[in-house]
């Protein structure tokens, strides 16, 4: 996904500097010498690109929601201003969605029969408007298909007075510009779908056996230690809740650490002192944001390797120190571990995790929110424990802790 959005980021440069000479060329053609008495603002084509760049800068955030009437309302007049044209319309494939300009009353309804032609073909067109109103200065019209993963999504189309070669170039680039953005629309859907998908999937394989164990434990101080029944019952509650929100894919660290607390408590509740666990937290990196039950897993991963498979005491080490621009977790247990070759098998996806909560799933989540550099890194070996490190950038564009 990475390379694809870098694909297109740079199309849209592309598009935007060619769109943006034409309008140039027609700018130099029709300013002459404007701005070469008093403050320098650079040649006529410098002038019209700069503007182009701005205006489209201000038009893509509402394209990036898709293609809707609410969207195209609001992107109609930056895209109108950006090709200078009389009037301007954004189509789909069966209505007028959005109408910039004088005229939209009497030519409203003979777009769409416009628009079919130029959608079935899939190329721009440029065409006589056919409006009988001799006072309507819309003459001539360039329609241009807009594009998206599932094809021809509708069509942008420029209004003028008079046909124009200029016009025709400039409204088809434009148009390639606007369907590379509904395109990474579309590519921002699909990561989200995606994320909240791979959530399920984290959700979905918390234990039972977990769950079923902390009841179990709890029922057994109901009558022994009524007091810790209560406080391990309320711990529970306050797990489960925070495991199965509905709401966000990012959270503060400090409230997957809580939850990983609550955890262990339920955990400690079973295994009583063959568990011991030390936390080593720095304040300063508890504010930082990361993906939603990106620790717990391999917590639970670790109660798993070195309890459940063993009957030794088994230490748990988390700790959350400041690195600068980065906060660093670990995790780590004296446990069984594990053969190397096989952890980068599971990694790789190459074979999948005999139980419990995948750690390819996890590393797999950090690599897609904040690049390759990101990914787990595991130190382990046969009976040898096993130590977890996860690097976390305090700020990354994007990622940022949901309201609740």
């Given at each position: 996904?990475?390379?694809?959005?870098?694909?297109?980021?740079?199309?849209?440069?592309t598009?935007?500097?060619?769109?943006?000479?034409?309008?140039?060329r027609?700018?130099a053609?029709?300013?002459?010498?404007?701005?070469?008495?008093?403050?320098?603002l650079?040649?006529?084509?410098?002038?019209?690109?700069?503007?182009?760049?701005?205006?489209a800068?201000?038009?893509?955030?509402?394209?990036?929601?898709g293609l809707?009437?609410?969207?195209?309302?609001?992107?109609?007049?930056?895209?109108?201003?950006?090709?200078?044209t009389?009037?301007?319309?954004?189509?789909d494939?069966t209505?007028?969605?959005?109408?910039?300009?004088?005229?939209?009353a009497?030519?409203?309804?003979?777009?769409?029969?416009?628009?079919?032609e130029?959608l079935?073909?899939?190329?721009?067109q440029?065409?006589?408007?056919?409006?009988?109103?001799?006072?309507?200065?819309?003459r001539?019209?360039?329609i241009?298909?807009?594009?998206?993963e599932?094809?021809?999504?509708g069509?942008?189309?420029?209004?003028?007075?008079?046909?124009?070669?200029?016009?025709?170039r400039?409204?088809t680039?434009?148009?390639?510009?606007?369907?590379?953005?509904?395109?990474l629309?579309e590519?921002?859907?699909?990561?989200?779908?995606l994320?909240?998908?791979?959530?399920?999937?984290?959700?979905?394989?918390?234990s039972?056996?977990?769950?079923?164990n902390?009841?179990?434990?709890?029922?057994s101080?109901?009558r022994?230690?009524?007091?810790?029944?209560r406080?391990?019952?309320?711990?529970?509650?306050?797990f489960t809740r925070?495991?199965?929100r509905?709401?966000?894919?990012f959270?503060?660290?400090?409230?997957?650490?809580?939850?990983?607390?609550?955890?262990l408590?339920?955990?400690?509740?079973?295994?009583?002192?063959?568990?011991?666990?030390?936390?080593?937290?720095a304040?300063e990196?508890?504010?930082?944001?990361?993906?939603?039950?990106?620790?717990?897993?391999?917590?639970?991963?670790?109660?798993k390797?070195?309890?459940?498979?063993?009957?030794?005491?088994?230490?748990?080490?988390?700790?959350?120190?400041?690195?600068?621009?980065?906060?660093?977790?670990?995790?780590e247990?004296?446990?069984?571990?594990?053969?190397?070759?096989?952890?980068?098998?599971?990694?790789?996806?190459?074979?999948?995790?005999?139980?419990?909560i995948?750690?390819?799933?996890?590393?797999?989540?950090l690599?897609?929110?904040?690049?390759?550099?990101?990914g787990?890194v595991?130190e382990?070996?046969v009976?040898?424990?096993?130590?977890?490190t996860?690097?976390?950038?305090?700020?990354?564009a994007?990622?940022?802790?949901?309201t609740?």
């Open positions: 996904m990475t390379g694809t959005l870098a694909a297109a980021l740079a199309a849209t440069g598009l935007l500097l060619a769109a943006g000479f034409a309008l140039g027609l700018a053609r029709r300013g002459g010498r404007d701005g070469r008495d008093g403050l320098d650079g040649t006529p084509v410098e002038r019209a690109t700069f503007h182009t760049l701005h205006t800068s201000l038009a893509a955030p509402p394209l990036r929601a809707t009437e609410d969207t195209a309302r609001k992107a109609a007049r930056r895209l109108r201003s950006l090709l200078g009389e009037a301007l319309a954004l189509t494939r209505a007028v969605l959005a109408w910039d300009g004088p005229g939209g009497h030519h409203t309804a003979q777009v769409l029969e416009r628009v079919a130029v079935d073909s899939g190329r721009s440029s065409v006589r408007a056919g409006c009988t109103d001799p006072g309507c200065p819309l001539w019209a360039v241009a298909p807009l594009t998206g599932e094809g021809v999504l069509a942008l189309v420029a209004y003028g007075s008079r046909e124009s070669a200029v016009l025709v400039a409204a680039e434009v148009a390639r510009w606007v369907s590379v953005q509904l395109e629309a590519l921002d859907r699909s990561r989200t779908r994320m909240e998908a791979e959530i399920r999937a984290l959700r979905a394989q918390i039972p056996h977990f769950i079923y902390s009841l179990a434990a709890i029922a101080f109901v022994t230690d009524p007091g810790r029944a406080e391990l019952l309320l711990e529970f509650a306050d925070y495991s199965f509905r709401h966000g894919e959270a503060q660290l400090a409230d997957e650490l809580r939850s990983i607390e609550q955890y408590a339920l955990a400690g509740a079973r295994f009583g002192d063959r568990l011991q666990v030390t936390l080593q937290v304040p990196v508890l504010p930082v944001t990361l993906p939603f039950l990106c620790l717990q897993p391999l917590v639970e991963n670790a109660v390797h070195g309890l459940e498979d063993s009957r030794k005491t088994c230490r748990i080490t988390i700790a959350a120190q400041d690195a600068g621009a980065e906060a660093v977790v670990t995790i247990d004296d446990g069984v571990g594990m053969d190397p070759d096989a952890l980068r098998a599971i990694l790789a996806g190459e074979r999948p995790q005999s139980s419990g995948g750690l390819s799933n996890v590393d797999e989540r690599r897609q929110v904040y690049g390759d550099d990101y787990l595991v382990t070996g009976d040898a424990g096993m130590k977890v996860v690097r976390l950038p305090k700020y990354r994007g990622v940022h802790r949901d609740l």
